[in-house]
């Protein structure tokens, strides 16, 4: 395109710039501000409010910040060095260009040190003014230096300097006190000698416009670009773009307040880091010898903060999903001589091992330990960590970075690209919790002013984890009271001491003018705290070196009571007081339910529902998750203990209820859901996932009602079991298809194919356990006479059976009934039942128990028809699917319906597939709550429902009489 017909650019100084925002994403983040207001006046002071934001965030903060290494530094030293750097690079300026400086240390950050100009630059110089007094001695006159004179004024170009265009993020980089790079310099006047005063701009157009190509010259640029202030060239133009590394141009004057160039200054000593930055890990608050993990590590610098603060006495485990990233900050820690940190190329959402093995935990250390280095790049191979891993974690996930200054541009590009935010950094969370210790603190930060990454997920955390809690954290920086309308209550948004940022107490919006912050709120898991008698008030004796008692004050006998009471409470926090709950609840359940002629079933239920997270007080069970682990091996018990009621040749004899009416119901019931799925507007994967969770009917509660009324042998209950094994089966390649539905499908063939020579490869496995294994070793443990040798081979056999499976890949519930149905040949058989009854009888409780945690009260009295619609609908669907099916395969009507509305419930397994379903983002946080809380109740209705068919049973049975 020719100069004649180039359209004229938009050039623009920092005082015309205006930060523009779409106008969803406007109205959202000028309202959540003023969220209880609603008159007119309101709506007009938010819009203002968010205008000034966005005004503030084009410059950079006053301040220069100065984080010190105090691993290889002081904070004394690093002073002493930048006076001397800064005074030795005003005497290299002329007598108009030279700037002071006041360099302190930070009031309470006691390893920040604040650079601040004494002479204040107005922010928004215009293009004139500055360029009158940086007015450049051009050796060729002006008329010759730029042949295009008044078309190069037309298009709002300076005359008195050549000029060069760089990218945005070079650009802000400048901003904040940086030169500029080669590497940043996208476009550039002709004629650019070495040494030449340059006019700075920095290009403005999005990520979604077309590219500016390198080297093009000023006067074709077509785009959109602010002026930031006057540089030396350190090269010439061809230099420029034929060069890949180093220095282009050194800035003198910026149009923003003036920041010091500190590129390359006292490397390893100090570096440069955003003032939240450096609160961040002071609310972390790291002490030495603990371990620690950074979940979102790159570049670097919070990271390397930690491993100052406990002076490399620790374990810093540093994570970022990105290899390339990694290397980098690996090469970065080295330079700041923080060896206790361990990088690591790992997806911090699935950073979690959580396999139930609680017999093969690790610690970080043994882990690191035991790891082997890539031969590619030096990082270590780790997979995950185990649960109850780290002191303390540093989250500060992936945000919309709307609070970084200076910021030129905002790549946001509507409101649900915005909110997708928030669900993505809900992952890390649900990655973090369980890797916290009992006790352990969790420091979480973003930076920007979204409320729903910054109050949002404050509120998750603290509904989602009742066994964490919002906690009090040093005074660093004064801030403002978190948002209201978001779900903290008063006491949470105005917590005084909180502070780091955009935070006083939880989190808190910043809206000062001269910074922006991110918002940071620290978390606790309560952990039992063990007092001696010596720390215990009034109970110290002193003791001199000589031997001799000293006077003592002799406390009161109340006060000792009260101090011992009070150690003993502290002492009885956390898995003591949860196990005592527990197993008091196993003990009272029973004779309770008895005496109100109720199922055992329905109150664990009840139970759970009032101790778990959804209940008293937000619960008395504080290691939720501990509980459900020892719930689910109730029912690899379970499973095992029916197996032993099944040998193979019974089996066979079931293959039509096994193959023919279990697939179908399977198979009809899945389709029928994923089909009214689809009308209510869900994916294709959640649909999926629903269909095939909700097709599946509970083992533990249809097996244990037809055990306890002995139906086990009856028409309908062979029916109904050859049903539960066919499900049992097909959670297999449930769970395996849930991952790859959420990359779009791809490799689901392959994923299958494996699934299937698992499942062979495991019953070949216990086949030949059976006979080569299994019979020898308990015929060698009878004829010893030793129970206690028996009860540990039993117990041998059920885990190692259900551990194989799982390990293949298959459901550890299959392994487990499977080796019931070998050992149910055996002639041990109805010893091994009568040893595995009371260890069945106890985890099993604590399973429905565990169910009982989903049972949200809350959710249910706020949506009460739709999940009363949800819970009926599908109970009733079941139901009709299953009695038609029976009847079609020679069951009597009575028979049919009994098997159908005992199978009318949604399976155990539906809260394994669906929360697998949400951490891969094919459920959202809201259908899954609902989804598990109406999975719980059609469990809850079961004993009912059972007793409904019984009767209507009965009633037919007496009419045909």
């Known amino acids: 395109m020719s100069s004649l017909t180039q359209p004229s650019p938009e050039v623009l100084s920092l005082n015309d710039l205006k930060v523009e925002l779409p106008s969803d994403v406007h109205h959202h983040l000028a309202t959540q501000s003023y969220s209880s207001l609603d008159d007119s006046a309101s709506d007009q002071k938010s819009l203002t409010h968010l205008d000034q934001i966005l005004n503030c965030m084009k410059t950079s903060p006053a301040d220069t910040c100065c984080r010190v290494n105090l691993i290889s530094s002081t904070i004394d030293e690093v002073v002493d060095e930048l006076k001397h750097h800064l005074s030795s690079a005003d005497n290299e300026l002329d007598a108009t260009q030279e700037q002071e400086y006041t360099i302190q240390q930070h009031e309470t950050l006691k390893d920040l040190v604040i650079i601040r100009a004494n002479t204040a630059h107005d922010n928004f110089q215009p293009h004139d003014e500055l360029f009158q007094s940086n007015r450049p001695p051009f050796h060729e006159a002006d008329e010759a230096a730029f042949s295009n004179w008044e078309k190069r004024k037309e298009k709002g170009w300076p005359m008195s300097h050549r000029a060069i265009i760089v990218d945005r993020f070079c650009g802000e980089a400048v901003l904040r006190g940086a030169n500029v790079f080669v590497k940043g310099i996208l476009c550039a006047d002709s004629g650019i000698s070495v040494g030449e005063e340059v006019a700075v701009y920095a290009d403005l157009r999005g990520t979604n416009s077309k590219p500016v190509p390198r080297g093009l010259v000023l006067e074709s640029y077509p785009g959109r670009c602010v002026f930031l202030g006057i540089g030396i060239s350190c090269c010439k133009r061809s230099d420029y773009f034929a060069q890949s590394t180093g220095v282009g141009i050194t800035m003198k004057r910026i149009a923003g307040p003036s920041q010091p160039s500190l590129n390359g200054v006292l490397v390893g000593k100090m570096m440069l880091q955003n003032l939240p930055s450096v609160v961040v890990a002071h609310v972390l608050d ?96 780790i997979k995950g960590f185990h649960p109850n891993s780290f002191d303390r974690i540093l989250l500060d996930p992936p945000c919309s970075a709307l609070g970084l200054r200076p910021k030129l541009l905002v790549d ?384 041998c056999t059920v885990l190692g059976m259900s551990f194989m499976t799982e390990g293949l890949g298959l459901s550890n519930t299959l392994g487990s009934f499977v080796s019931g149905m070998i050992l149910a040949a055996s002639k041990h058989k109805e010893k091994i039942e009568a040893e595995i009854s009371p260890f069945r009888g106890v985890l099993v409780g604590l399973f429905f128990f565990s169910v009982g945690f989903e049972i949200d009260l809350g959710l249910i009295t706020s949506k009460f028809g739709l999940v009363t619609s949800i819970v009926l609908g599908i109970m009733a669907l079941k139901a009709t699917i299953i009695t038609g099916l029976c009847r079609g395969f020679g069951l009597t009507l009575a028979e049919s319906q009994r098997a159908g509305f005992l199978l009318c419930e949604v399976s155990e397994f539906a809260f394994v597939a669906f929360r697998m379903a949400r951490s891969h983002g094919i459920l959202d946080e809201a259908t899954t709550k609902l989804m598990l809380t109406a999975v719980a109740l059609t469990m809850a209705l079961t004993p009912f429902a059972e007793e409904m068919g019984c009767r209507i049973a009965a009633s037919m049975d007496k009419k045909s009489d």
């Open 286 to 381: 790291p002490q030495q010898g603990e371990t620690v993990l950074d979940m979102c590590s790159a570049p670097g610098g919070k990271t390397s903060h930690v491993a100052s603060l406990i002076r490399n006495n620790g374990l810093v485990v540093a994570c970022e999903k990105g290899r390339k990233k990694m290397v980098t900050a690996r090469d970065f820690f080295q330079s700041m001589g923080a060896t206790c940190i361990v990088p690591l190329s790992l997806d911090s959402t699935k950073l979690l091992i959580d396999d139930g093995d609680v017999f093969d935990w690790k610690s970080p250390k043994e882990i690191v330990k035991s790891a082997s280095a890539s031969s590619k790049d030096g990082l270590l191979s």
């Open 412 to 795: 946001v590009k509507s409101l649900p690209e915005l909110l997708k935010h928030s669900d993505y950094q809900q992952l890390f969370v649900r990655s973090a919790v369980p890797l916290l210790k009992v006790g352990g603190v969790l420091s979480y930060s973003t930076c920007t002013i979204n409320a729903s990454e910054n109050e949002g997920i404050v509120k998750f955390i603290l509904s989602e984890f009742p066994c964490m809690k919002l906690v009090p954290i040093a005074d660093y920086i004064p801030g403002r009271a978190g948002l209201e309308g978001l779900g903290l209550s008063d006491e949470e948004r105005g917590m005084p001491t909180l502070v780091a940022f955009a935070t006083t107490v939880a989190l808190v919006s910043y809206t000062e003018a001269r910074s922006f912050h991110p918002r940071a709120a620290a978390f606790t898991r309560p952990s039992s705290t063990k007092k001696g008698l010596h720390e215990l008030p009034g109970v110290l004796a002193t003791i001199p070196r000589g031997g001799d008692v000293a006077s003592t004050t002799v406390p009161s006998s109340g006060g000792v009571v009260s101090a011992l009471l009070d150690g003993l409470f502290d002492f009885m926090k956390g898995a003591k007081s949860d196990t005592i709950a527990l197993l008091l609840t196993t003990a009272l359940v029973a004779p309770i339910c008895k005496q109100l002629g109720i199922s055992n079933i329905l109150g664990f239920l009840a139970a759970g529902m009032s101790l778990g997270p959804n209940g008293i007080k937000g619960g008395i069970i504080s290691d939720v998750h501990r509980t459900e682990m020892l719930a689910d091996l109730g029912i690899v018990f379970f499973l095992f203990e029916m197996g032993l009621h099944i040998n193979f040749d019974t089996l066979m004899s079931m293959k039509n209820d096994v193959f023919g009416l279990g697939l179908a119901q399977v198979i009809i019931t899945s389709a029928t859901v994923s089909g009214i799925a689809g009308l209510c507007g869900m994916s294709s994967a959640a649909r999926i996932v629903l269909g095939g969770g909700i097709a599946l009917s509970s083992s533990a509660f249809v097996l244990q009602l037809l055990k306890d009324k002995k139906q086990l042998d009856t028409r309908h209950g062979k029916s109904s079991l050859g049903v539960l094994i066919l499900q049992d089966l097909a959670v297999v390649p449930l769970l395996v298809v849930t991952p790859l539905l959420a990359g779009g499908g791809d490799g689901l063939g392959k994923a299958f194919a494996s699934a299937g020579v698992a499942f062979l490869m495991a019953i070949a496995a216990l086949g030949v356990c059976a006979k080569f294994v299994f019979t020898p070793l308990f015929d060698a443990v009878v004829s010893a006479h030793s129970q206690d040798a028996f009860v540990g081979l039993i117990l």
